[in-house]
């Protein structure tokens, strides 16, 4: 069964980094994008990162960009989104999300598989 599992999330001071993790089991991802998205309560999913995965094309929201790196790891099967100078407004659910030969448009509909979320808070 094809499986997406994040982890990594957790409290940090504003500021502070945290990495996270997406491991994808169940198929053969070389043909795959994934895409991290983001999703407070009360808000829509918002997509924060995406890479292909040779990792040879990313994508960063605007708001991330020079602060967030999304990265692959064929060997394991695992794309990372390491975030640092984190503010209290980017605590949310982090969710990872395969994209299948779909061009990418930054929208949740173009991902068919996703992750069960990770939880990260930033306090003040």
């Known amino acids: 069964q094809v499986q997406l599992v994040e982890s990594g999330g957790g409290l940090v001071q504003a500021g502070g980094s945290l990495r996270l993790s997406c491991a994808a089991s169940g198929r053969t991802f070389s043909s795959y994008a994934i895409g991290w998205f983001r999703q407070a309560p009360g808000k829509e999913r918002d997509v924060v990162a995406d890479?292909?995965?040779?990792?040879?094309?990313?994508y960063y929201a605007g708001s991330v960009k020079c602060r967030f790196a999304i990265s692959s790891d064929n060997a394991k099967n695992t794309v990372y989104l390491q975030m640092n100078s984190l503010k209290p407004e980017q605590a949310s659910v982090y969710y990872c999300a395969s994209r299948n030969g779909v061009e990418f448009v930054g929208q949740t509909f173009s991902y068919d598989i996703w992750g069960q979320g990770t939880q990260v808070t930033v306090s003040t």
């Open positions: 890479i292909n995965w040779s990792g040879s094309t990313t």
